[in-house]
């Protein structure tokens, strides 16, 4: 079936840092591509999206972009923040198919 | 619109209990989706609708799991004879059947049995 692997966390960086977080999805498919952010104590919620190949999300200073021939959607941010803190889940959305989630990325950025 | 509703946010239960969840989704969507997610784990799927059909329900979900969504609105997930293992947050969301558009979650119910 479909499925998306994460890169493992937590990932520890200082404010400022340059963060990448690598998401790679399976090929049946031409799926939709999603970032959740979880912040601590709070909800899913959607952070960019890209829809079809060589798309670019961006939202809050985070980018992704949707890389058919590398089956890849990874998460970059320049300059993290504190607020940052928090896990981040990369999701493909296949037609006709629910929402999958990989396993979640732990960010901490330390002042 | 305010969003997914779910309720109750937190339910703590005895080991054979019967549970049940409810979800409310954001009005003009079709489908809606349940959630499990535990400590440092991604959401795991256990069941969707679209309208009030069910679509697909998870392989690994136990026949104590029931969902329903019988006019395709709220929806409710009932766990029978609950076990500590059932311990978990449980999610809902909702989305258009559009696969570009994003799903919704709710704040969740976070079940404990004991």
């Known amino acids: 079936g479909n499925s998306v692997t994460q890169m493992e966390g937590p990932v520890t960086l200082s404010e400022e840092a340059f963060l990448t977080i690598n998401c790679t999805y399976t090929a049946t498919g031409y799926p939709s591509l999603f970032w959740y952010v979880q912040y601590p104590g709070e909800g899913l919620q959607l952070l960019l999206k890209a829809t079809k190949a060589d798309d670019k999300g961006s939202n809050k200073g985070f980018e992704a972009t949707y890389r058919k021939e590398t089956t890849s959607f990874h998460l970059e941010k320049g300059s993290v923040q504190v607020s940052d803190s928090a896990v981040y889940f990369c999701a493909p959305r296949y037609v006709g198919d629910k929402l999958i989630f990989g396993t979640g990325t732990r960010l901490q950025v330390f002042p | 619109d305010t969003g997914v509703s779910q309720n109750p946010r937190h339910k703590i239960t005895k080991r054979g209990q019967n549970v049940t969840f409810r979800c409310d989704p954001i009005?003009?969507?079709?489908?809606l989706y349940w959630y499990r997610q535990t400590l440092g784990q991604g959401p795991e799927f256990l069941t969707y609708?679209?309208?009030?059909?069910?679509?697909?329900k998870s392989r690994l979900l136990s026949d104590r799991f029931s969902a329903e969504r019988p006019k395709g609105s709220f929806s409710t997930l009932e766990i029978q004879r609950t076990e500590q293992g059932d311990s978990a947050m449980y999610l809902c969301a909702s989305s258009l059947e559009n696969p570009n558009t994003e799903a919704f979650f709710g704040q969740g119910t976070r079940l404990t049995v004991v």
């Open positions: 609708f679209q309208n009030e059909a069910q679509l697909e």
């Open positions: 009005s003009e969507h079709n489908r």
